[in-house]
T-cell receptor
């Protein structure tokens, strides 16, 4: 079974620029998550999708972050404009139907550095 | 105060020793408890997944949950240098849509 795919693996941009990350979940997984992991900390949930609908985006900084999951499969996360404090690893995870509490499986993330 | 507390380490042990890791939490609604292993520049990898209180064993790994004390543990027997990684505890509650709340992770070093 192929795992969660993410690209790019690394991205370096200057503050105030924009950036986008892409995620392809495990085949058949209805639920998709984006996490932010700052160095030395555990991942923090940014947004959760079930199919192509948003379940939880309470911790997404909506003034600069946006995410979409068209057709209920792939997802993109965008930051515009980026701030220095956005330097982190952005992890994508997927799981089966949320109601059955399926475990989450993670991709290897995109490491973002803001100059 | 964080919802989930975890000692950041590093925890250094000789090869073959037992590694003991733990997390404490404050939210009594948590029902599902997980341990993830994260190697440098990799995503978290699910090691153990338990529901409510009790013990669960899988090979060299044993997870324990004590809901009355709000305390969970992970034990790694016969540790190997390949076990050197950061170990993250995570927990969720069905009422919160099974959103995962992570500890900060404990860095483990197993020396040959």
């Amino acid at each position: 079974e192929a795992g969660v795919a993410q690209s790019p693996r690394y991205k370096i941009i200057e503050k105030r620029q924009s950036v986008a990350f892409w995620c392809n979940p495990i085949s058949g997984h209805a639920t998709l998550y984006w996490y932010q992991q700052i160095l030395g900390q555990g991942p923090k949930l940014l947004i959760q999708f079930q199919n192509n609908g948003v379940v939880d985006d309470s911790q997404l900084p909506k003034d600069r972050f946006s995410a979409e999951r068209l057709k209920g499969v792939d997802s993109t996360l965008k930051i515009q404009p980026a701030k220095l404090e956005d330097s982190a690893v952005y992890l994508c995870a997927s799981s089966g139907i949320t109601g059955r509490n399926q475990p989450q499986h993670f991709g290897d993330g995109t490491r973002l550095s803001i100059l | 105060q964080k919802e989930v507390e975890q000692d950041p380490g590093p925890l250094s042990v000789p090869e073959g020793a037992i590694v003991s890791l733990n997390c404490t939490y404050s939210n009594s609604a948590f029902q599902y408890f997980m341990w993830y292993r994260q190697y440098s520049r990799k995503g978290p990898e699910l090691l153990m997944y338990t529901y409510s209180s009790g013990n669960k064993e899988d090979g060299r790994f044993t997870a324990q949950v004590d809901k009355s004390s709000k305390y969970i543990s992970l034990f790694i027997r016969d540790s190997q240098p390949s076990d050197s990684a950061t170990y993250l505890c995570a927990m969720s509650a069905r009422a919160a849509g099974n959103k995962l709340t992570f500890g900060g992770g404990t860095r483990v070093l197993v020396k040959p």
